[in-house]
Structures are given as C-alpha cells and as structure tokens.
C-alpha cells in the first residue's frame, strides 16, 4: 500500500468520528431527557446538514484548484472550528463549532475520495476505495464510544481537543506524504451538461445504491437499540448490535475491493447483492428479541460493505478524470440524503403504525429498488465503463 493513502485513510476516519464522536452524550447536554434528546439530535443535524449543503461546491472547487489544497484546507479547518469550543467552552460556541466542523468536512472528505480515485490506477481502485471505507467504518465504530470515554474524563472540551488534534496531524501528515495532484484542463460545462451528466445512469444507479446503504446503516445504528431495549434487553446487548453492524461493513469493504480488482467480482452483480443482502436485513429487523437485532446487524453491514467500496468505483471508472472532484461530492450529497431520509421515513411509518412496520417498509423499498435494478439492463457505456474499462477508455464530460 503506498504510504500516500493513509492520511486519506486517515481523514476518512477523521470526518467519521467528528460526525459521531458527540452521539454517545445524550444526558451531557441537559438535565431533562427531552430537552437532551432535542440537543443532540440537532447538533448531529448540524454536521450533517452543512455536508449536504457544501459538499458538490468544495468537491467542484478541488477540480478547479487541486484536491491536494482543499483537502488541507479543509482539515485545518475542522481543527480550527474544533479549537473555537476549547478554547471558548460555552453552548453558543458549541453550536457555532459544530456547524464550522460540518462545513470542513465537506471540504475534506470528497476530496480525500478524489485523491484516492486519481492516485490509483482503475486495477487498483476497488481495493483503495475499500480500505478507504474501512477506515471511515471504524470512525462511525469508535466515535460513540471513544467520544464518550472522552466527555467522561474531561467533557466536552477534551473531545473537542481531540478533534482538534485529529485535523492538525492529518492535515500535516497529508501536506507531507500526499503528492500534489495538479487540477486537469476542462471544458466548459453549462449547468444542463451538469444535469445531464448528474442523471446520467451512469451516475444515478451508483449513487442511489450508495444512499440505500447509507440509510440502511443509519436506520439500524439508530433503531436497531431500541427494538433491543423495547424487548428487554440491556446496553451491553444493543450496543454490541450497532458494533457487529459496523464491524461487519468494515471487514467486508476490503475484501469486496480485492475481489472487484481481481475480476472475481463485477460492479453490477455485487450492487446487486448488497442491496438485497440489506433488505433483507432490513427485514430481518422485524424478528423479535436478540435474534432480529443481531441478524439484522450482520446484513445490513455485509450489505453496506458490499456497496460502498463498489459504488464509488463505479462512479470513478465512468468519469472524467479532471471532474472527480465533482462527481465525488455530487455523490457524497447522495449518501448524505440517504443519511437523513432512511431515519426520517421509518420514523414516519413507525409514528402511524409500530417500527415493525418501519422496518418492513424500509425492506420493501430496498427490495423494490434491487429487482428494479436487476431488471434494467444496463447500457453498453455503463457496461463497460462501469466493469471493463481502462483509464484512457472513460466517457469525457
């Protein structure tokens, strides 16, 4: 492995942990439950909501300027809206960092995905991508959990220094190891070539695919512990639930890279299966008791892992070398949908019926989604942009 990739690893983890590192606080914001529940929720939110806003800008400006740059600016961003609560240490400047940490991540994290697209060859890119995700699952893994070993020992402010930290050395580290990748001559594109390229197929089914898994993970990372605690089990029991799920996207991503790399594996057929893989793990979720939670755990993350390393390197085999930057955040911007939508649409369907039925419903659109997927045929480009082809072989834009 080339020691360029592991400050892009590296960031990955970063972005990771800054979005979840806060989760596991709930209590540590008020002392009334509702109020605390309300807090958290919305500083979660916060993050989030400037990744969906800031992401296609920043990921378009690294094609302009470089990825290199904005990938440096960006992680010292986040360590200097970080350092903004250590050093201020009062709610008004919490909410402020959080929202400075959400928008340095939308500069850091679609251009650490362009760097890894552009500094590695099509042969080698679902591996890269894999170990890329790996290490991102293992920030959404111990961010909760080391975010709350943290908040215990010192509180708010020593996450925030750890944060801090975690952007200050990434970001020396990547201005060391990472090589300069110098932005690509363009042509002209008017907003509709934009549109036209962004509802491409090409661009869609990898997108759409990576927002199905995205809401998957979020629907069971944040519902499957209340289906445990609602059949009487205890934190020890639904916290390792949320940690198989995690655990098992993140040993899944690298071996799905390999397999994509060595041609025991095509684009399409592993889509595919980590959609149905976590619809069915969706469904899964309605079994009651331990067995329902764990075995959905265990899907949903098999089917994630699936997915992730394989959608993002179909997004890069089928684009223009000097547009990564912008496919790339374009494609963040659907994770990020996927982020917010799979919670909100359980949540609704469980508000009118119980969350059997949210899950069930949830399965029902993934399976839809898959037999869809399956019975279109996909287009001669997308074919062989998607599965076969070589660098010099990708449509321009």
């Given at each position: ?101 959400g928008a340095a991540a939308s500069a850091f994290s679609p251009s650490a995905s362009a760097l890894v697209a552009r500094l590695n060859p099509a042969a080698r890119r679902g591996r890269a991508f894999g170990s ?51 932005p690509l001559p363009r042509q002209r594109q008017t907003v509709a070539d934009l549109a036209r390229r962004l509802s491409d197929r090409s661009f869609l089914g990898p997108t759409a695919a990576l927002a199905a ?185």
């Amino acid at each position: 492995m080339s020691r360029s990739m592991w400050p892009l690893y590296a960031a990955g983890f970063t972005t990771a942990f800054g979005a979840h590192g806060i989760a596991a606080n709930l209590g540590g914001f008020s002392d009334d439950a509702v109020s605390s529940l309300l807090v958290l929720g919305a500083l979660l939110a916060l993050y989030d909501g400037a990744e969906v806003i800031l992401k296609p800008v920043f990921g378009t400006l690294s094609d302009r300027i470089g990825a290199k740059p904005v990938l440096l600016g960006g992680l010292v961003a986040f360590a200097a809206a970080s350092a903004l609560y250590v050093v201020a240490d009062s709610s008004g400047w919490l909410w402020a960092a959080r929202l400075g940490q959400g928008a340095a991540a939308s500069a850091f994290s679609p251009s650490a995905s362009a760097l890894v697209a552009r500094l590695n060859p099509a042969a080698r890119r679902g591996r890269a991508f894999g170990s890329y995700g790996f290490y991102k699952s293992i920030g959404y893994t111990l961010g909760p959990l080391l975010g709350g070993v943290l908040v215990w020992a010192g509180g708010l402010r020593l996450l925030f220094t750890v944060m801090m930290l975690c952007g200050a050395v990434v970001a020396v580290w990547a201005w060391a190891a990472v090589p300069e990748v110098p932005p690509l001559p363009r042509q002209r594109q008017t907003v509709a070539d934009l549109a036209r390229r962004l509802s491409d197929r090409s661009f869609l089914g990898p997108t759409a695919a990576l927002a199905a898994a995205t809401a998957a993970l979020s629907v069971g990372v944040g519902f499957l512990p209340v289906s445990g605690a609602a059949a009487g089990l205890g934190t020890i029991a639904t916290g390792a639930a949320v940690s198989v799920l995690a655990a098992a996207a993140a040993f899944v991503q690298p071996r799905t890279g390999r397999a994509l790399d060595q041609g025991r594996l095509t684009i399409r057929t592993g889509l595919l299966t980590g959609l149905f893989a976590t619809a069915i793990g969706m469904a899964a979720a309605t079994l009651p008791g331990l067995t329902g939670v764990l075995l959905a755990g265990v899907l949903i993350g098999i089917g994630t892992g699936i997915i992730t390393p394989l959608g993002f390197s179909a997004l890069a085999a089928s684009t223009s070398e000097e547009r990564m930057g912008q496919t790339m955040g374009s494609a963040e911007l659907g994770r990020e949908m996927g982020d917010a939508g799979g919670p909100l649409f359980v949540a609704a369907v469980a508000a009118a019926t119980t969350l059997t039925f949210g899950y069930a419903a949830l399965a029902v659109v993934l399976a839809i989604g898959a037999v869809l997927a399956s019975l279109s045929r996909p287009k001669a480009k997308d074919a062989t942009s998607a599965d076969t082809a070589p660098d010099s072989a990708r449509p321009t834009a």
